[in-house]
């Protein structure tokens, strides 16, 4: 919200981007996809939080990446881009 105020106040050239969750290589092992994985192998108890209903979306790094390049490239000063891996349909 910061960064879209000076651009509509002070006329700075700005991007946003907003992401879903990310995963990929080098990621900390206490983060959901390398804890799973692991305690899947080790046939440790998978966590489950909350009550298990939400919905997560997860885009590969290197998909975001591309994204950013793309915004880069080819976006508009001051306008905000969602970046997710796919859309899902409310029920």
Known sequence: MLVRAYHRTYGIPALITRC????GPYQFP?????????NAIENKELPIY?????VRDWIYVEDHCRALDR?????????????????????
Not at 50 to 54: A, K, P, R, S, T
């Open 50 to 54: 909350g009550d298990g209903m939400h």
């Open 30 to 38: 206490e983060k959901l996809i390398p804890l799973m994985i692991s």
């Open 20 to 23: 879903s969750n990310n995963y």
């Open 71 to 91: 915004v880069l490239h080819q976006g508009k000063e001051g306008e905000v881009y969602n970046i997710g891996a796919k859309a899902r349909s409310q029920t």
